[in-house]
C-alpha cells in the first residue's frame, strides 16, 4: 500500500491487540483471555488512526511501497494500547501529607473529614489559586500519568463546591484538553461534598439550579466541553434522593452518569445508577449483591479504586463476584490529595494482588473497559483498524511484566505514542529479565 505514513512498529515480540473483534467490552471469559499477536507489526496512518495490523511479513509485504514519518524496530519488545485512568480528580491546590500521617495513626477518613480536612482542607486551597497556578500543576501531573502509560484519562473538577471555582477548574481542564497530547474526558464533580454552612438539599437546588444552566451555555458557546456529570453519594454527604435529582438534571443536559458510589457505606448506589442508565459507577467496596446483578443487567461499568481501598485501609471492592457476574470491571487510579498514585502499571499490579484479578483482567480493565466506562471504546482501549494509535511500548518480551514489576514501569517503558506521535521515549529504558 503506497502513499505516506506517520508510524510504523515493527517485528513486536507481542503485539496485545486486548480487542480483535470490535468488542465495545470484555466480560467474564472474554477479559480472561486477551488477543495477542507475535512478531507482528502495524501502521499508523497520518489522520492518527490505525491503518494496519498483522503478521510483520504480510505488513512488509502491503506497505513495500509506502513511507513513514517514522518507523521504530521493535524486536523484542511488546507493544500495548494506551492506557486508560477511568478516575482521576487531577486539578487541586495544597497537599495533604499531613493527612497520611494521620491515617496511619488510625484516624479514619471521615473523622479527617469531620474535623476539617478532606475534601474541604484542599477545596480552601483551590478557591485560592489562580487559573495559571492550577494549569501549571495539572500540566506536571498529566505529563507524569502520561509517562506511566495513560493515554486517556479521566478528569474531574470538584474541589470548588461553588460556581466560580467549578468552572475555573473546568476552563483548566479544558485548556489542557487543547494544548496537551494526552486524551481527556472531562467530569463535573460538583457534588463532591457539602460545601460549609450549607445543607445538602441547598447543595442540590444550587447544582440544578445554577451550576448546570451554565454549564450547558458554555458547552453551547463552545467554552467548556464536559463529558460527565458525578456525585459522591454517600452518608453524610448526598443522599440517594439528592444524587438522584442531581444525576438526572445532568443526564438531561447530555452528561453520562459517571459517579462515586456504595464507597463507605452501602447506600444502594449500584442500583439508582442501573436504573438511571449511568455510564459507570466508582468505588463500591460497600455495594450490595443486587447491585452487583443489576450493574451486570445494564452495563454499567464498575470503576474499581485499588489504591483508594489500599491507602485508606478500606475492604477491598469485589473484583471477582462482579467478573463472575458479568460486570463490565474497569480501573482508575483515584489520583487525588488523599490516595496520591499517577501509575496505571501499579494500579493494576494492585488489583491482581489484592483484588484477585487475573493479569489480564486487569489489563482489560486498564484499557477496553475503562474506554468504555467514559464511552471512548470506539476509539480507544484496544489495537485495532480505525481506532486512535495510542500505544505503549515496553522493552521486555512479554507484556505482563508491566503489571509483574511493581513501580518498575519507569524502567520497561520505552516509548508512549498518541495517534502515531512519539510523545515520550525513555532513553534510558532497561532490559527485563
Same mark, same amino acid.
Given at each position: 500500500?503506497?502513499?505516506?505514513?506517520?508510524?510504523?512498529?515493527?517485528?513486536?515480540?507481542?503485539?496485545?491487540?486486548?480487542?480483535?473483534?470490535?468488542?465495545?467490552?470484555l466480560r467474564r471469559q472474554d477479559a480472561a483471555s486477551l488477543a495477542v499477536l507475535r512478531d507482528a507489526s502495524l501502521v499508523v496512518g497520518l489522520d492518527g488512526c490505525?491503518?494496519?495490523?498483522?503478521?510483520?511479513?504480510?505488513?512488509?509485504?502491503?506497505?513495500?511501497?509506502?513511507?513513514?514519518e517514522r518507523i521504530i524496530d521493535c524486536?523484542?519488545?511488546c507493544v500495548l494500547p494506551g492506557l486508560v485512568d477511568a478516575h482521576t480528580h487531577p486539578v487541586w491546590a495544597g497537599d495533604r501529607v499531613h493527612e497520611f500521617a494521620m491515617k496511619l495513626t488510625?484516624?479514619?477518613?471521615? =473523622?479527617?473529614?469531620?474535623?476539617?480536612?478532606?475534601? &474541604?482542607?484542599?477545596?480552601?486551597?483551590?478557591? /485560592?489559586? +489562580?487559573? @495559571?497556578?492550577?494549569?501549571?500543576t495539572f500540566k506536571h501531573r498529566l505529563e507524569r500519568m502520561l509517562r506511566a502509560g495513560s493515554t486517556l484519562v479521566e478528569c474531574k473538577s470538584g474541589y470548588g463546591l461553588?460556581?466560580?471555582?467549578e468552572l475555573k477548574m473546568l476552563r483548566v481542564i479544558e485548556r489542557a484538553k487543547q494544548s496537551m497530547d494526552i486524551g481527556i474526558s472531562a467530569t463535573y464533580c460538583g457534588?463532591?461534598?457539602?460545601?460549609?454552612?450549607?445543607?445538602?438539599? =441547598?447543595?442540590?437546588?444550587?447544582?440544578?439550579?445554577? &451550576?448546570?444552566?451554565?454549564?450547558?451555555?458554555? /458547552?453551547? +458557546?463552545? @467554552?467548556?466541553?464536559?463529558n460527565n456529570i458525578d456525585v459522591f453519594c454517600e452518608k453524610g454527604v448526598f443522599d440517594l434522593e439528592s444524587t438522584r435529582r442531581i444525576l438526572q438534571a445532568g443526564k438531561d443536559i447530555g452528561l453520562q452518569i459517571n459517579f462515586h458510589g456504595?464507597?463507605?457505606?452501602?447506600?444502594?448506589?449500584?442500583?439508582?445508577?442501573?436504573?438511571?442508565?449511568?455510564?459507570?459507577?466508582?468505588?463500591?467496596?460497600?455495594?450490595?449483591?443486587?447491585?452487583?446483578?443489576?450493574?451486570?443487567?445494564?452495563?454499567?461499568?464498575?470503576?474499581?479504586?485499588?489504591?483508594?481501598?489500599?491507602?485508606l485501609r478500606l475492604k477491598q471492592p469485589q473484583a471477582r463476584k462482579m467478573l463472575e457476574e458479568g460486570v463490565i470491571v474497569a480501573l482508575g487510579s483515584d489520583f487525588n490529595p488523599n490516595a496520591y498514585c499517577f501509575?496505571?502499571?501499579?494500579?493494576?499490579?494492585?488489583?491482581?494482588?489484592n483484588m484477585k484479578m487475573s493479569m489480564n483482567e486487569a489489563l482489560a480493565a486498564a484499557t477496553i473497559n475503562a474506554a468504555y466506562s467514559l464511552g471512548k471504546s470506539d476509539t480507544h482501549g484496544s489495537i485495532e483498524m480505525g481506532k486512535q494509535g495510542d500505544l505503549v511500548i515496553i522493552n521486555s518480551s512479554r507484556w505482563e511484566h508491566l503489571i509483574y514489576q511493581f513501580g518498575g514501569h519507569e524502567a520497561l517503558i520505552n516509548y508512549v505514542i498518541v495517534k502515531g506521535k512519539v510523545v515520550y521515549q525513555n532513553e534510558r529504558c532497561e532490559t527485563s529479565y
Open positions: 500500500m503506497a502513499g505516506r505514513h506517520r508510524l510504523l512498529l515493527e517485528n513486536a515480540q507481542q503485539l496485545v491487540l486486548v480487542c480483535a473483534r470490535g468488542e465495545e467490552y490505525i491503518k494496519a495490523v498483522g503478521q510483520a511479513d504480510v505488513i512488509r509485504n502491503q506497505f513495500s511501497g509506502a513511507t513513514f524486536s523484542g519488545k488510625g484516624a479514619s477518613y471521615m =473523622e479527617i473529614h469531620e474535623a476539617g480536612g478532606g475534601i &474541604h482542607f484542599t477545596v480552601e486551597h483551590t478557591r /485560592k489559586a +489562580t487559573e @495559571e497556578e492550577l494549569f501549571s461553588n460556581l466560580e471555582t457534588a463532591h461534598s457539602v460545601p460549609k454552612g450549607r445543607t445538602a438539599a =441547598e447543595a442540590t437546588d444550587d447544582i440544578i439550579n445554577n &451550576h448546570l444552566p451554565k454549564l450547558k451555555e458554555l /458547552k453551547l +458557546t463552545g @467554552e467548556i466541553h464536559v456504595d464507597e463507605l457505606h452501602p447506600m444502594k448506589s449500584a442500583e439508582l445508577g442501573a436504573e438511571l442508565g449511568a455510564r459507570a459507577i466508582s468505588h463500591l467496596e460497600e455495594v450490595s449483591d443486587e447491585g452487583i446483578r443489576a450493574m451486570a443487567r445494564a452495563r454499567c461499568a464498575a470503576v474499581l479504586l485499588p489504591t483508594t481501598a489500599y491507602m501509575s496505571m502499571p501499579m494500579v493494576m499490579h494492585l488489583a491482581c494482588v
